[in-house]
């Protein structure tokens, strides 16, 4: 590190920083010892627990058996991208003791094994913090009895877990790079970063589909057909969806905004590093770093904020929570600006100090700002929620028209947020620059720079999202343990159950929201990496300055750029629909499985529920769309490159990115607000004559609602985050490649015309119908 020039303060300071990574390692161990003392239940507890255990573990077995090859012929990609291209200046500088050969040698190796490196590490995230949320969620079931407080602790802390993880495991993977590549990391951070972004999008796609499958099979045949609770244990479906909690909310969502995290400081790195080019200032990387070793501090410091009384309901522990984010989110700014105050004053950057930690400041206000926005547009307590339920009185057709125009609305606004924060980086470092060029380098870099700030609060964030299904685990553990139980503390666990599972819908919809915003930000962080890429090999190919796409920009009115920019416009609805497509089939199957067992006398009791049918169809499900969704991700962007050329695939960028963006955000805010408004009927007192409460008409009107929803918030909308960015990092890394391309010669169609086939293929097995589960066995007859 002391060949950058770095003083004994920035070594030190990166030293400091990998130090706080394992500090956030360790205070997960620390933290998973506190969870795991807790009490584990009764015996029944534990026997539901246990199904939802193995359940879980088998699916992410076979998961794990299905990607695998894929992740080894990436492997290799990842070394070939580098192979074939010159060096970059960076490199060279580093290894200046090595001909190009060898460099490319060194690089190459350094991006497969960061690819490698970042899927391992969000397998990581995701199997741990699942692992850790099924063994919280039947100590929370236990706590209820005794407290509100302390099973709010248990599940906020077991969440925290992950979030740690996710904090210590990402800064951890990125601290390693730069230690040993130095000004060279973005090289390798390319690989580290889409090795987590792949196995987000994987574990996103499968654990969404597996989810809302059991989910929705479960709700349509028990609570609209057989009129019985939500989590009965009479219901063949009710494990499976306790299991799709597991894999979709947990593992899923960890690896996805661990992927986020990489994402933003390869982006920041990149451009920190184009910014060094053009300054000489190392402060542009080494600063998002410091900001990073922050963020997890204030993280395990706003923990210990988030505390109830023995007594409390569904608005005190959304206040403790929230108490907690923002605890974090104040420490993290002042910091922010003391660092920066103490190193970067005397640095003499052009346009001052204070400019970059503005920039990372205004990322933690826009984490704010949409958690509290998405919060307005599905919280029980909210106006749009309260008129979605409103609406069930006219039937399922009306409600679900009122949750569609929330959803609408409330897209909208979020892009406007968006949009003003990355206009805030106009202001900010607009008027620095010699050149146009280098003016939007430097607000390129704003952008990045907010969004490492609005991932600062990384642990938070997984903390409130794993607390989600924590407390729906634990609500539905209490319901298949304690059912039929009618004593006063039974009745008072099942309120605080209550209380805390339409907490975590909000809080889930919340991080769904930071997810999709910090995809968005990221996303155009990375394009403005592709601009400097293309840029870069474009000048080491001999293009002149002014012909250069960072000179001239990328101008729709080029026909192949606006083609560029329908298809990618075009890429979110299609991967939605085959996402969404796969729930309906599963869900199908499920429905009719729970029927034919229904059937045989599982609801009088006269032959018991077989529970892994209804696993086995979901998982099935699962990995069917697994690789072909992958696929459409990460060849679609080659394709457009190699037919259209790099100003196209820019198109191709901005158009994914505008369309990815309206859609996520639309399906998350709909599906949550039809969520809530059914969890809000359900809490008035049953009275089916006056069409109040459970089993009422306006009940089945809300589940239609829900189980339409569904899909929307935990498959297709979520899993547009990591393919968004797989699709950006994909053409980042081919950005050099696609320049060298003068003209289409037979390797180049030959190879397009297998990325046709492959693409061909991924559309035809998305579409089809065959079985994805395993074939129904007979109901055992009780004895």
């Not at 039947?138 to 407080?149: D, I, K, L, Q």
């Not at 403790?320 to 190193?343: D, E, H, M, P």
Request: with cysteine; proline share 4%; aromatic share 8%.
């Amino acid at each position: 590190m002391y060949e950058l020039g770095l003083t004994s303060f920035e070594v030190g300071a990166i030293w400091a920083v990998f130090g706080v990574a394992i500090l956030g390692l360790a205070y997960a161990l620390w933290l998973r010892k506190e969870v795991m003392a807790a009490d584990a239940g009764t015996p029944k507890m534990q026997e539901v627990w246990s199904a939802i255990r193995d359940g879980a573990n088998a699916y992410l077995g076979r998961q794990l058996r299905t990607i695998v090859p894929l992740i080894v012929v990436l492997t290799v990609a990842m070394y070939l991208s580098v192979a074939i291209v010159p060096p970059t200046p960076e490199a060279i500088e580093r290894f200046h003791n090595m001909n190009p050969e060898q460099i490319r040698t060194v690089v190459g190796v350094g991006r497969a094994v960061g690819f490698v490196m970042g899927a391992v590490f969000s397998l990581l995230v995701g199997q741990i913090g699942m692992r850790m949320a099924v063994n919280a969620n039947v100590r929370v079931a236990s706590e209820a009895r005794n407290s509100f407080g302390g099973a709010l602790k248990i599940a906020y802390r077991a969440g925290t877990i992950t979030g740690m993880l996710t904090d210590g495991l990402g800064l951890l993977g990125g601290t390693i790079i730069f230690i040993y590549f130095g000004i060279a990391a973005p090289d390798a951070l390319l690989g580290f970063g889409f090795g987590g972004t792949l196995l987000a999008l994987f574990m996103r796609v499968g654990g969404g589909i597996f989810t809302k499958a059991a989910d929705v099979g479960a709700d349509l045949v028990g609570k609209v057909e057989n009129d019985i609770p939500e989590d009965d244990p009479r219901n063949p479906a009710v494990v499976a969806d306790l299991v799709g909690d597991n894999v979709g909310d947990c593992a899923g969502m960890a690896a996805d905004i661990f992927e986020s995290y990489e994402v933003t400081i390869v982006s920041g790195l990149i451009l920190g590093v184009a910014l060094h080019a053009l300054t000489g200032h190392i402060e542009w990387i080494i600063y998002p770093l410091i900001v990073r070793g922050i963020g997890v501090l204030s993280s395990i410091i706003g923990t210990y904020a988030v505390k109830a009384g023995k007594e409390g309901n569904a608005a005190k522990a959304m206040s403790a929570i929230f108490s907690g984010f923002l605890s974090s989110a104040a420490i993290s700014v002042v910091l922010f600006f003391a660092a920066a105050l103490f190193y970067l004053q005397d640095a003499s950057l052009p346009g001052g100090w204070w400019r970059t930690p503005t920039a990372v400041a205004i990322g933690v206000l826009l984490a704010i700002l949409i958690d509290r926005m998405t919060e307005y547009f599905t919280g029980t307590h909210q106006k749009p929620v309260d008129e979605i339920k409103k609406a069930a009185d006219t039937g399922p057709a009306t409600l679900i028209l009122q949750g569609l125009s929330v959803g609408y609305e409330s897209s909208v606004w979020a892009a406007i947020v968006i949009a003003a924060t990355i206009f805030s980086s106009i202001l900010i470092f607009g008027g620095i620059g010699s050149t146009p060029a280098e003016t939007i380098t430097y607000i390129l870099y704003g952008v990045a720079m907010t969004g490492i700030g609005m991932l600062t609060l990384t642990g938070n964030n997984v903390a409130m999202d794993s607390f989600g299904p924590i407390a729906d685990n634990a609500n539905g553990i209490g319901e298949m343990s304690w059912s039929g139980k009618t004593d006063k503390v039974t009745k008072k666990a099942q309120r605080i159950m209550a209380d805390l599972d339409a907490v975590g819908n909000t809080t889930k919809a919340i991080t769904k929201g930071v997810a999709i915003g910090s995809a968005v930000i990221a996303a155009v962080a990375l394009f403005g990496s592709y601009l400097v890429d293309v840029s870069r090999a474009q000048a080491a190919a001999g293009v002149p300055l002014a012909q250069q796409i960072q000179s001239i920009g990328i101008r729709i009115d080029v026909p192949q750029v606006f083609v560029g920019m329908l298809i990618g416009g075009a890429l979110p609805w299609l991967f939605s629909s085959y996402a969404i497509q796969a729930v309906s089939r599963a869900a199908a199957l499920i429905v009719e499985e729970c029927r034919r067992q229904f059937a045989r006398g599982v609801l009088k009791g006269r032959v018991k529920p077989d529970y892994k049918q209804a696993v086995n169809i979901s998982t099935g499900a699962a990995q069917k769309e697994l690789v072909p969704l992958a696929v459409l991700a990460v060849v679609t962007p080659i394709l457009v490159g190699l037919l259209l050329g790099v100003n196209a695939l820019g198109g191709f960028l901005a158009g994914i990115i505008l369309s990815g963006q309206l859609l996520a955000v639309f399906m998350n805010n709909a599906g949550g607000a039809w969520d809530n408004a059914k969890k809000l009927i359900e809490d008035e007192p049953k009275t089916p004559k006056k069409n109040l409460g459970k089993g009422s008409e306006r009940h089945k009107a809300s589940v239609v609602g829900d189980t339409v929803g569904d899909p929307l918030k935990d498959t297709a909308g979520p899993a547009l985050n990591p393919m968004i960015k797989v699709v950006n990092l994909v053409s980042v890394i081919i950005a050099p490649v696609v320049v060298q391309i003068e003209n289409l010669g037979p390797g180049e169609w030959t190879a397009a015309a297998v990325l046709v086939a492959l693409l061909a293929w991924s559309i035809l097995s998305s579409k089809s119908t065959g079985s994805v589960g395993a074939k129904p066995k007979k109901a055992v007859a009780r004895r």
